[in-house]
């Protein structure tokens, strides 16, 4: 009985959780439509999350991009089939690897700071402050994050996604010799909208993900800095968590025949 | 002819952090014009009180008017309406450590009041120099700022917006005596030059003496003693004597493990 309990109690506490971030994240994309809109700090978070995330994106998506294409040649050529690199190669970058890495990375760059913000300022009453000083907290801390979370996300995700095929590219043409023409042709060939598409939808779901649960976890944080250390973790985990889950969710509303 | 009524007419208040019981139906009216200060032990729920009239916590029952309007299950809109008559001075200052001094000064008239930042600037460097701060400065990070100093730009933050309320929370923790003074003669000055009413809490008696005209002591969740500061000292009850005087024996025991 004591072992039904406990996982009753588990299950209400999970169900407790999920209510808290639904209202949560209801509550902060309502405040994303309703003005005042704060086209300053959405700016400063575009910037943030877009432009500052660009080199970790782009080595992310360079490298694994080169690795695809000398991992499908080494495979693909016990087949005879090496010249279906460029086709894997582009596939793989716009459909899955770009998303999901550029998800991962910022998720690891930007929700710690974003949990690590809100959490700082939770702490040390900024949060309470903002309410003092008439300000609404979900219209000028989460809504802005959102915001940018959804836009720069995608911007990211498609300049990986070019970054990433030219890794291919590189590796393909210079280090295994393949016509560099002929490379390029495959994979303007093969390559369709929705996959470009698929990517980006991703991209923008992994971007809501990565703020909300930044926002959620910092905004609270209870406890000082250790309960700070505790948001940052919680936001990074639970958003890496949720982007493989939803990657597959959105794989299968695409692809799945 | 009825007295006038309180600006802050506290009535019942009880809130709860799952059993632990903080407070146990407060009554207490702060006066229009009037400077209220509430003493009493850390952990009796002083600060639990401010935040419950700001809005901040939500009272498990019980009833807050200010000017006569019941605040308490009022919708976000509406609390941000009410929260435009409040200045705030937190405990440790909780300024803004994205922005510069004068943003944080600024900030209530920027985001609350919709004034443009060229003008809302040079009201907040004459905020500053009211606290004796200087406009060099106004572009300078809180971080860089010492104790005393961030407490008098939370200071100047609080009263920006020309308030009609204003609360104190503990405002001379952390600092030493002579600054502690200098806060607390500025909160005096602030508060009368703007008409304003403060509700302030603190343990400092020497904060309770200078800011005070009112004061009420919260013990077991309740306020057991309320009066003007120049009764305190013949309060005739001993638990407020006991805490004015600083005495560990006495009504109120504090739980010390051996």
């Given at each position: 009985m004591s072992f039904l309990a406990q996982i009753g109690s588990v299950l209400l506490l999970f169900l407790a959780a999920s209510?808290?971030?639904?209202?949560?994240?209801?509550?902060?994309?309502?405040?994303?439509?309703?003005?005042?809109?704060?086209?300053?700090?959405?700016?400063?978070?575009?910037?943030?999350?877009?432009?500052?995330?660009?080199?970790?994106?782009?080595?992310?998506?360079?490298?694994?991009?080169?690795?695809?294409?000398?991992?499908?040649?080494?495979?693909?050529?016990?087949?005879?089939?090496?010249?279906?690199i460029a086709n894997v190669v582009v596939l793989s970058i716009t459909r899955e690897l770009g998303p999901v890495l550029a998800g991962l990375m910022v998720a690891g760059r930007i929700g710690a700071s974003m949990a690590a913000e809100l959490g700082t300022m939770r702490v040390t009453e900024q949060i309470d402050a903002l309410s003092t000083l008439s300000t609404n907290p979900f219209k000028y801390l989460v809504a802005p994050r959102l915001i940018a979370g959804v836009t720069m996300l995608p911007l990211l995700v498609l300049v990986g996604d070019v970054i990433g095929v030219f890794g291919g590219y590189l590796v393909s043409v210079y280090k295994l010799g393949f016509n560099a023409g002929i490379y390029i042709h495959r994979t303007l060939?093969?390559?369709?909208?929705?996959?470009?598409?698929?990517?980006?939808?991703?991209a923008a779901v992994f971007g809501f993900i990565i703020s909300l649960m930044g926002c959620y976890h910092g905004y609270n944080?209870?406890?000082?800095?250790?309960?700070?250390?505790?948001?940052?973790?919680?936001?990074?985990?639970?958003?890496?968590?949720l982007i493989l889950i939803f990657n597959y969710i959105i794989t299968e509303l695409f692809f799945a025949k | 002819?009825?007295?006038?009524?309180?600006?802050?007419?506290?009535?019942?208040?009880?809130?709860?952090?799952?059993?632990?019981?903080?407070?146990?139906?407060?009554?207490?009216?702060?006066?229009?014009?009037?400077?209220?200060?509430?003493?009493?032990?850390?952990?009796?729920?002083?600060?639990?009180?401010?935040?419950c009239v700001l809005g901040i916590h939500t009272p498990d029952s019980g009833s807050i008017e200010i000017d006569g309007e019941e605040v308490t299950g009022l919708s976000a809109a509406e609390r941000e309406r009410v929260n435009r008559k409040f200045g705030m001075l937190f405990q440790g200052g909780a300024l803004f450590d994205s922005l510069p001094v004068w943003e944080n000064v600024a900030f209530g008239l920027i985001e609350g009041k919709g004034m443009r930042r060229e003008a809302a600037k040079p009201r907040a460097l004459v905020k500053l120099a009211q606290v004796g701060l200087t406009t060099e400065v106004a572009e300078l990070s809180p971080s860089e700022?010492?104790?005393?100093?961030?407490?008098?730009?939370?200071?100047?933050?609080?009263?920006?917006?020309?308030?009609?309320?204003?609360?104190?929370d503990e405002p001379t923790t952390g600092l030493d005596p002579i600054m502690a003074d200098v806060i607390n003669g500025l909160i005096r000055k602030c508060v009368r030059e703007l008409g304003a009413t403060a509700l302030s809490i603190t343990h400092d008696m020497a904060s309770v003496r200078k800011i005070a005209d009112h004061v009420a002591m919260l013990y077991g969740g309740r306020i057991i003693w309320s009066g003007p500061?120049?009764?305190?000292?013949?309060?005739?009850?001993?638990?407020?004597?006991?805490f004015i005087h600083g005495r560990a024996e006495g009504p109120i025991q504090m739980q010390v493990r051996n």
């Open positions: 209510g808290r971030l639904t209202l949560f994240a209801l509550t902060g994309l309502a405040h994303c439509f309703r003005p005042p809109i704060y086209l300053r700090l959405i700016g400063r978070q575009m910037v943030d999350m877009g432009y500052y995330s660009l080199p970790v994106v782009g080595l992310t998506t360079l490298f694994s991009g080169m690795v695809l294409a000398l991992q499908t040649y080494t495979g693909f050529a016990r087949f005879n089939a090496e010249s279906a060939d093969i390559l369709e909208t929705q996959d470009v598409v698929s990517g980006l939808v991703k944080s209870r406890g000082g800095a250790q309960g700070v250390g505790v948001a940052t973790t919680n936001a990074v985990v639970s958003a890496a968590i | 002819m009825s007295p006038p009524a309180p600006k802050i007419r506290i009535r019942g208040l009880r809130k709860a952090f799952g059993p632990k019981l903080v407070l146990d139906g407060i009554d207490l009216d702060v006066p229009d014009g009037q400077s209220l200060v509430v003493i009493g032990g850390s952990g009796t729920g002083k600060s639990v009180l401010i935040k700022l010492s104790g005393g100093m961030q407490k008098r730009v939370a200071l100047a933050r609080a009263i920006a917006t020309e308030p009609e309320i204003i609360f104190f500061v120049a009764r305190l000292d013949e309060s005739g009850n001993a638990h407020v004597d006991q």
